[in-house]
């Protein structure tokens, strides 16, 4: 089950924490994937690393701000690999503060990256898709979408407008047999959660039932399944991965 042999994946984000393991974890399903993130040396030691266990990458430098880096991204993995049949919108940054007080430069970072980045990556991404009539598109979201959190309007409002996004592309593309859902992750241990105090960290570990951070595995993992042929008929779906914290 859950076989992506042949398939052709772009993961945004790949340089580290979920984008990463992401990218892992589709090819060892055995997809060819396109690692896309900022920092060109991480990338080159992540696509090394699935070469070694018998894989296929591709490093593709890109900000998915920018929408001719978006553009020439894309255009190169088409010519890598001929097709596109996964896309996963991972790449997010934070810029956290009180909204009262948080500069138009912070909102407007966030919005860019986490929104408008996943948004300009399915314009791409789209085209290809329907001229092959199938598709799978997996927008990264957060529980803090579903719940809010204080000092990160920002974020939350980038998070929930995934959601909708989600919703909307769904709809609007499901007669072309292409899929599009987001995973919710919960707290997980990746490097963006790694400057938070062990206080917090276990304050957050007592909110959740099953009494740990989420792994980025556990994502990568809802990530694969709805990638595969099995989650054919699931679109416009909302996967919490959070342990529990928040129950829909």
């Known amino acids: 089950m859950f076989s992506l042999k042949d398939k052709v994946a772009v ?3 790949a340089s580290q924490g979920i984008g990463r393991e992401t990218a892992l974890a589709l090819a060892e399903a055995g997809a060819k994937v396109a690692a896309a993130a900022r920092n060109e ?3 080159a030691a992540l696509v090394s690393e699935i070469a070694a266990k018998g894989g296929e990458a591709l490093a593709v430098k890109m900000d998915v701000a920018d929408a001719e880096q978006v553009k020439a991204g894309f255009k190169q993995v088409i ?3 001929g097709r596109l049949d996964i896309l996963v919108n991972n790449a997010a940054i934070t810029r956290d503060g009180l909204a009262m007080r948080m500069k138009l430069d912070d909102w407007d970072a966030v919005i ?3 929104l408008t ?3 300009l990556c399915i314009q791409q991404a789209l085209p290809v898709m329907m001229r092959a009539k199938t ?3 997996i927008n990264i979201s957060s529980v803090v979408a579903e719940t809010g959190n204080a000092g990160q309007a920002n974020y939350v409002a980038a998070k929930a407008g995934i959601i909708g996004l989600t919703k ?3 709809i609007e593309i499901a007669s072309r047999n292409i899929t599009v859902n987001a995973v919710a992750p919960g707290f997980v241990e990746t490097p963006m959660t790694d400057v938070l105090s062990e206080k917090v960290k276990e304050d957050l570990k007592a909110r959740i039932p099953l009494g740990r951070l989420g792994l980025s595995r556990d994502v990568a993992a ?3 399944f709805l990638a595969s042929d099995e989650a054919a008929y699931i679109t416009g779906h909302v996967l919490d991965v959070n342990g529990g914290m928040y129950l829909a």
């Open 168 to 170: 909307a592309i769904a």
């Open 112 to 114: 860019r990256t986490n």
């Open 11 to 13: 993961v945004t984000g």
């Open 117 to 119: 980045g996943a948004h």
């Open 41 to 43: 040396e991480k990338l």
């Open 79 to 81: 010519e890598k690999f």
């Open 222 to 224: 809802a990530i694969v």
């Open 135 to 137: 598709g799978r598109i």
